[in-house]
């Protein structure tokens, strides 16, 4: 069945999208997926929490996981940074580079589950956000120089198109970052949306113009990424799975433990993705 198709160029959150969502419309529903941002219980996870003692992070809960029917999955939607690439932008240090020392402690202690600075300089005078676009793509350019792609990538690649899975990219990095990053990689990604597509994550407008070219509905997609506020966030609101990459634990801190956002899988590498997959999902071509 076919979804709406999002303009490429929109440059609005898109509401049209509110019909064709699995949280406002029950018709699109994963079953058992009725709130907003549900706990999965019929999932199983290749992660058993005791073999992640970091993890304090719910684990997704199994009622029935032998019996529960397993999701069909068609596409997989990648976050970049951090999660299809190793890490190498300091985040921190380029926010406190945009805001300034005292207001980025302002700002992280209004959000603890992460800062959008997208969004904040959106609203800021036409000089200043010129001057605060040049940082961030300062930081982006030093993040492309030492650019490497994350253990597991290819391996999972390999996997995906052995089941005829589709794979996409979203990232808030440039276009010009998707294009090294595909180049140095040599696997591609498609469709893969970067901050030129107008609405960035957390929206889930750029996931839903994937599940929409790709044809498929969104809780056939899962959308994996290391960012909660970010990745989590943008795949819940789709009412895709989602998958979150904590390498270093660091959201087993006391900060996220009141957030609504929980992901349905957690992972510790990137490795891990593959089997998780193959245990969880109907991977039928
Ligand atoms: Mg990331």
């Given at each position: 069945m076919g979804i709406m198709r999002l303009s490429s160029t929109s440059t609005s959150w898109p509401w049209g999208w509110l019909k064709?969502?699995?949280?406002?419309?029950?018709?699109?529903?994963?079953?058992?997926?009725?709130?907003?941002?549900?706990?999965?219980?019929?999932?199983?996870?290749?992660?058993?929490?005791?073999?992640?003692?970091?993890?304090?992070?719910?684990?997704?809960?199994?009622?029935?996981?032998?019996?529960?029917?397993?999701?069909?999955?068609?596409?997989?939607?990648?976050?970049?940074?951090?999660?299809?690439?190793?890490?190498?932008?300091?985040?921190?240090?380029?926010y406190r580079s945009v805001l300034g020392d005292e207001e980025y402690a302002r700002i992280k202690a209004l959000n603890p589950s992460g800062i959008d600075i997208l969004h904040i300089i959106q609203s800021w005078a036409p000089e200043k956000q010129r001057r605060a676009y040049e940082v961030i793509a300062d930081f982006e350019r030093q993040g492309m120089d030492r650019l490497q792609i994350m253990p597991g990538a290819a391996e999972l690649c390999t996997f995906l198109d052995s089941k005829n899975i589709r794979r996409g990219l979203i990232t808030r990095n440039i276009k010009e970052a998707v294009d090294i990053f595909h180049e140095r990689f040599g696997w591609t990604f498609?469709?893969?949306?970067?901050?030129?597509?107008?609405?960035?994550?957390?929206?889930?407008?750029?996931?839903?113009?994937?599940?929409?070219?790709?044809?498929?509905?969104?809780?056939?997609?899962?959308?994996?990424?290391?960012?909660?506020?970010?990745?989590?966030?943008?795949?819940?609101?789709?009412?895709?799975?989602?998958?979150?990459?904590?390498?270093?634990?660091?959201?087993?801190?006391?900060h996220f433990v009141n957030l609504d956002l929980e992901p349905d899988f957690k992972v510790s590498t990137l490795g891990e993705v593959l089997h998780l997959l193959d245990a969880n999902f109907d991977l039928t071509p």
């Open positions: 064709f969502n699995p949280i406002f419309n029950p018709k699109f529903r994963a079953p058992g997926r009725n709130r907003i941002f549900p706990t999965i219980h019929n999932h199983t996870t290749i992660s058993p929490k005791s073999h992640l003692p970091h993890h304090s992070f719910p684990m997704p809960i199994s009622s029935s996981p032998i019996s529960a029917p397993r999701r069909r999955l068609r596409g997989v939607v990648f976050d970049m940074d951090g999660t299809l690439t190793v890490p190498v932008i300091d985040f921190a240090a380029m498609h469709p893969a949306l970067s901050r030129e597509f107008g609405s960035y994550k957390p929206n889930p407008a750029p996931l839903l113009h994937i599940c929409s070219s790709w044809d498929v509905l969104p809780n056939e997609v899962i959308m994996i990424g290391d960012s909660l506020r970010d990745d989590i966030g943008c795949g819940k609101g789709a009412g895709a799975f989602t998958c979150l990459l904590d390498e270093t634990g660091r959201y087993n801190s006391e």
